[in-house]
């Protein structure tokens, strides 16, 4: 795909306020650096350029969009200077949605809308999206519908999208199921499933997610099955892997997984063995099974479902980066995609980590399609999408100090590629938001 001189989405962060407090959101964990704050309307303005270049604008951000004052104004305002068939997306936790607003935001132009819904009552995790607040999240969704259907699609001839977001953990996996049925059941077009992002100790336990790439597991699997070939069970290894005097079959299953492990290097893939161990050891049926029912219940009710994988993908794919995106930041500052879109404290592979923002410039500055020029940030661009970054999740020796930047800021990987997407779990699958 050809450089574009505009990024073709932006997504647009009008606020870090919010009226909840997940406990899985970067807001409310320890070491949060999150100020509170406002995208002033007068410099979202100042995208007006751009906005004529662009497919789409996407509300989202730590906050909720709609406790912004001129969040109409914004959308009028981008409805106005972008093109004909751009489309107006908003993600929200629905809880401020009245019919007034909702009809104020699609006569603005909005045509997509995401409400975030993860529980259905208080076993299901405990998030805060669910429970306690489900009737007002239904609220949300009959507003939407309501002033929808009053305008017989998005005032423009179009069809407004009303979709869900699910996050997936162990607390509500067993639910997915009854979750798309009550997402379905509020007239949703789509659901987006993701994985949790670990800002903490208690998401990461939360996580089923794993982190080892298809192909590792594809090699796992094949040595897996020759060591039962022989009548020696993988399940051993670490029981009998420092064992003084071992036997020869012992000694034959410790030879088995170096042989695994040079098969997987001759053909370019990292393994993480202990993790490999580890993971191995999850029964995977019930989420196999919960997935298949959520796919029945979606062909059901007709909805788009986006389901992610539930192993890390050695394929990678950057959506932000092939798709063109860019991201303002409340403040105006432009980020190259979520991963780096702030400064925060999360947890990967076991260890805490943290991930400084890398801003290219600020839109009070320059208009973005300067920034968007910007030497510096086209060679981040380049690089991401050359995809030449190490899998830090598969890697026996980490994590490293790169990984979980605590010594100093990321400077280059292993490799010396010099993008930190080697950590970022966006690009093998762990991770989808509205776009």
Not at 214 to 235: I, N, P
């Amino acid at each position: 795909m050809s450089e574009s001189a505009f990024p073709r989405i932006i997504h647009v962060e009008p606020t870090t306020r919010c009226n909840m407090r997940c406990r899985m959101c970067v807001k409310t964990v320890m070491d949060s650096r999150e100020r509170e704050g406002d995208l002033p309307l007068e410099l979202f303005e100042r995208l007006e350029t751009s906005l004529g270049q662009c497919s789409r604008v996407v509300f989202a951000g730590v906050g909720e969009p709609l406790l912004h004052p001129h969040l109409a104004d914004m959308m009028r305002f981008a409805r106005r200077h972008m093109p004909s068939d751009a489309g107006i997306s908003m993600q929200t936790n629905g809880l401020l949605m009245t019919s007034e607003t909702a009809s104020a935001l699609l006569d603005a132009g909005l045509d997509t809308v995401c409400i975030s819904v993860d529980s259905l009552d208080g076993a299901d995790g405990g998030t805060l999206h669910g429970a306690a607040h489900l009737e007002s999240v239904a609220r949300a969704f009959a507003a939407v519908r309501g002033a929808a259907m009053a305008k017989g699609g998005d005032g423009s001839g179009g069809r407004v999208r009303l979709g869900a977001e699910i996050v997936l953990m162990r607390g509500n996996v067993s639910r997915l199921a009854d979750l798309v049925r009550w997402v379905g059941e509020q007239g949703a077009d789509f659901v987006i499933v993701s994985h949790v992002f670990a800002y903490a100790e208690e998401a990461a336990r939360e996580s089923l997610f794993n982190p080892n790439p298809d192909q590792a597991r594809f090699y796992f699997d094949k040595w897996r099955a020759v060591a039962a070939s022989e009548g020696l069970d993988f399940a051993d290894y670490y029981t009998i892997l420092w064992r003084v005097g071992k036997t020869d079959s012992q000694k034959r299953l410790v030879e088995l997984v170096k042989l695994m492990q040079r098969d997987a290097n001759a053909n370019g893939v990292w393994m993480n063995v202990r993790s490999l161990f580890e993971w191995s050891a999850q029964d995977e049926a019930l989420v196999t099974k919960s997935l298949n029912d959520a796919r029945a219940v979606a062909q059901e009710f007709n909805m788009e479902l986006t389901l992610p994988p539930m192993v890390a993908l050695h394929e990678r794919r950057c959506g932000f980066m092939e798709d063109g995106a860019a991201f303002v930041g409340w403040s105006g500052e432009v980020s190259p995609c979520h991963f780096l879109w702030r400064n925060y404290r999360c947890v990967m592979d076991g260890e805490p980590k943290r991930v400084r923002a890398k801003s290219f410039g600020n839109i009070a500055e320059k208009p973005l399609e300067t920034i968007w020029r910007d030497m510096h940030y086209r060679q981040f661009r380049e690089m991401a999408l050359a995809y030449e970054y190490p899998y830090c999740s598969s890697c026996n020796g980490g994590p490293c100090s790169d990984v979980t930047a605590f010594g100093s800021p990321f400077e280059e990987d292993c490799i010396g590629t010099k993008t930190p997407c080697c950590h970022c779990p966006w690009p093998v699958g762990q991770l989808a938001c509205l776009t």
